[in-house]
């Protein structure tokens, strides 16, 4: 099956960094991936829709300058937290899709997640 | 706004009986609903899909039902083993099945004691 790793799993930072998460569709081409964050028993947050070689989307209420993603490859998409402060923290959690078209035939893929801590 | 409900934030239940999950709609007529499956601390993991004009849907010891006319669906697992301790997702699309947007319900943690 189609897997989607994140890296890294975990990263704790100072107030006030940046911190850069990667997603990787490691067996097929992405054309499409989504990041989204999840708090403590909440449910997944849908950030930004990331298409290759175009600028993301953003949902309602996400600040795209402290958002930065970068898709630059069929494989790969980037989330990096600009100035990150502690409400900040949470679980990033990435997906893949890979078929252009009927939405309705597939699923997105998953990553295992990368939980931020923001001292 | 589009809201999506599972109605029981935990569900604990003996080994071998059957677990069933609840997932409500309001405000929307998606094209297709998802389950998934998220244990502690990692990514969901899909299970099934089924569309508008799908009633039912089975997978192994899984089944998934949908109600269009009550804006429901429900998530059964059969002869349940505590390895599907786990917290269960439900997800619809979002643009009419148009994009990948989904919005997830808040997922119900189901604990099968042995």
């Known amino acids: 099956g189609a897997v989607v790793s994140q890296h890294p799993s975990r990263v704790i930072c100072k107030s006030g960094t940046s911190v850069k998460i990667e997603c990787r569709s490691l067996?097929?081409?992405?054309?499409?991936m989504f990041w989204y964050r999840q708090f403590p028993k909440q449910s997944l947050m849908l950030m930004a829709t990331s298409n290759e070689g175009s600028k993301a989307t953003y949902e309602q209420g996400v600040e795209k300058d402290k958002f930065l993603i970068n898709h630059a490859s069929l494989t790969l998409s980037t989330l990096t937290v600009t100035s990150a402060h502690p409400e900040d923290s949470s679980f990033y959690i990435c997906?893949?899709?890979?078929?252009?078209?009927?939405?309705?035939?597939?699923?997105?893929?998953f990553g295992p997640g990368t939980r931020l801590t923001v001292l | 706004s589009q809201k999506i409900e599972q109605n029981s934030e935990a569900l604990n239940i003996q080994e071998g009986k059957t677990a069933t999950l609840t997932c409500n709609y309001t405000n929307y007529s998606p094209a297709y609903l998802q389950w998934y499956r998220q244990d502690p601390g990692r990514g969901p993991v899909f299970l099934l899909l089924i569309r508008e004009n799908e009633k039912e849907k089975r997978k192994e010891r899984l089944k998934v039902t949908f109600d269009t006319t009550l804006k429901q669906s429900l998530f059964h697992i059969t002869a349940s083993q505590p390895a599907d301790s786990a917290t269960y997702l439900c997800a619809l699309d979002t643009y009419g099945g148009s994009q990948g947007n989904l919005i997830f319900g808040k997922g119900t943690k189901l604990s099968v004691k042995p």
């Open positions: 067996d097929f081409q992405a054309t499409t």
């Open positions: 997906s893949a899709h890979g078929l252009a078209g009927d939405w309705s035939t597939d699923t997105q893929y």
